[in-house]
Structure formats: C-alpha cells, structure tokens
C-alpha cells in the first residue's frame, strides 16, 4: 500500500527541464570561458611584471624623481668620449716575420720576404700557404703589443690589412703575412 503525501514546493518540476531526477538547474552555457579568461589574464600580468622586473634589474628603465628634469639629467649624464690612441706604423727588426703565398703565382712568398727584408724586417720563413685561392692579403699579429709592427708591415704592402690572431702562434714567428689575390706588388 502506497502512503500519499502532500505535495510540497519540491514536488513542482519546470516545464523545460530535461533532466529527471536533477535537484540543481544546469549551468548557463559559455560560463566555462570565465575561468579561462580570468588564466589567461593572471597570464599576462604575469608575464608582464616579469618583463618589468628584468629591464629594471638590467637598468634599461631607469625612474627620476619628481624634482628632476630630463633636460637638467642629461646635460650632465652625457659622458666625454675618451679619445682612442692612435698607433703608429713601427719597423721592429727585432720580431720575425713569416710570409704564406695565398695566390697561384709561384715563389711570391720569397718576392714578399724579399721586400720586406728590404724594409728592415727580419724575415723568418717563406712557404705557401695551405689554400692558393685567398683573395686579400692580410697580416697577423698574436700579441696585442705587436699591433703597431703588424700596421709597419702592411705599410710595406700595399692592400695589405691587419688582423690579431692567434692562428699562427705556433710557427714560432711574432708576425705571419698571408698574400692574397690583391696583392700588386
């Protein structure tokens, strides 16, 4: 025997819902995207404030004061370029130089090492060079001292550049002139 009860406000079922046995409405639709757009903006604040951090740590932003101007700051921020010196061309009998023919034309290496012997310069080997397609000719220096030697031989060639490297410091030389291509003389 079934027992009746009195009907009650739970007992009243929306014409519209599909559900049975739900005591809940369901969710309006589009209410998930809430919840990615609130990650999405802790995100970029995020992300932004990092970015902030960073360029202040590394002082590409820097904040002035309320009392000063940028027009009085940079007057006295801008700093005075230190003149660099400048090297002067110097013949060091003293440090051995090596000539590497660089071309195809035969015993330009020696041609070279003539001239520079000429010069002043203390030639110490004349061979070819491990590649014959070089296209400048260039002269290298290892130590950082012998730059103004280096820029005396260049002198003596014309076309020639300067170069420091460490490339040739096993030949035992101070300079090593490498003769490329443009070499005329």
């Not at 005591?23 to 404030?49: C, D, F, N, S, Y």
């Not at 290298?140 to 460490?166: E, H, M, R, W």
Request: neutral net charge; charged residues 15%; glycine residues 12%.
């Amino acid at each position: 025997m079934a027992e009746k009860f009195p009907r009650d406000r739970f007992d009243e079922i929306p014409e519209d819902l599909t559900r049975v046995g739900a005591h809940r409405a369901p969710r309006p639709k589009g209410r998930g995207w809430i919840a990615v757009g609130w990650a999405v903006l802790a995100t970029l604040v995020l992300v932004g404030a990092g970015i902030f951090g960073l360029s202040l740590v590394n002082g590409s932003i820097t904040f002035h004061g309320a009392t000063s101007s940028p027009s009085r700051t940079s007057a006295s921020a801008t700093p005075t370029p230190t003149p660099t010196p400048t090297i002067v061309p110097t013949v060091d009998p003293s440090l051995s130089v090596n000539v590497l023919n660089g071309t195809t034309r035969e015993g330009l290496a020696g041609q070279v090492g003539d001239k520079l012997t000429a010069a002043g310069w203390k030639v110490g080997a004349t061979a070819n060079a491990d590649k014959s397609d070089l296209a400048s000719t260039i002269v290298y220096y290892g130590d950082p001292k012998n730059q103004a030697a280096a820029l005396g031989v260049a002198q003596s060639l014309p076309g020639a550049t300067i170069q420091q490297s460490t490339a040739f410091s096993d030949t035992g030389a101070d300079i090593t002139v490498v003769i490329g291509a443009n070499y005329q003389g």
